[in-house]
């Protein structure tokens, strides 16, 4: 199993299988346009934008399970990170990532790699560094700013 198994949300209900990243390394993130880590949205960006053409993609998931921080509908928050943070990586639909309810994906993330204490997502900015094949390797708490895991991106990319 891998995370090309899984399909997610565009915010227009398209819906993507995540296969069609193979070959890629993927950062998956989950997001919420009204948290204090939401200049994270920039350092996500640069990333994005300084490897994209060598292989990464970032994708970020908003989320409100921590304090009602992403409160907007998808088309408003996909507009609010355009505006605000001048975000162009995929932003797919408002998921759940703990509960019950948590999507199927980060069901399979929260497993392959545990937190510190738990599996379980502490906060927004949560991200997962996944290889070309699908298969996590890496996960960084959400105080991890994106700069911090460049050099591990780019070990992923060069292999």
Request: net charge neutral; proline share 4%; hydrophobic share 35%.
């Amino acid at each position: 199993m891998s995370v090309h198994d899984f399909s997610v949300l565009k915010a227009n209900g398209e819906e993507v299988q995540l296969d069609s990243y193979k070959g890629k390394v993927l950062l998956i993130v989950n997001t919420a346009t009204k948290c204090g880590l939401a200049p994270q949205f920039n350092g996500l960006e640069k990333l994005h934008q300084q490897y994209l053409e060598e292989g990464l993609a970032v994708i970020g998931f908003p989320c409100n399970q921590f304090m009602n921080q992403e409160p907007v509908n998808d088309d408003q928050m996909e507009e609010t990170c355009k505006l605000n943070f001048g975000v162009t990586f995929p932003l797919f639909t408002r998921i759940n990532v703990n509960g019950k309810d948590a999507h199927p994906l980060y069901k399979y993330l929260k497993k392959a790699k545990k937190g510190l204490l738990s599996s379980e997502i502490k906060w927004n900015f949560t991200k997962f560094l996944i290889d070309k094949d699908g298969q996590v390797v890496e996960r960084y708490g959400p105080n991890v700013e994106p700069k911090k895991i460049e050099d591990d991106i780019k070990r992923l990319i060069a292999i």
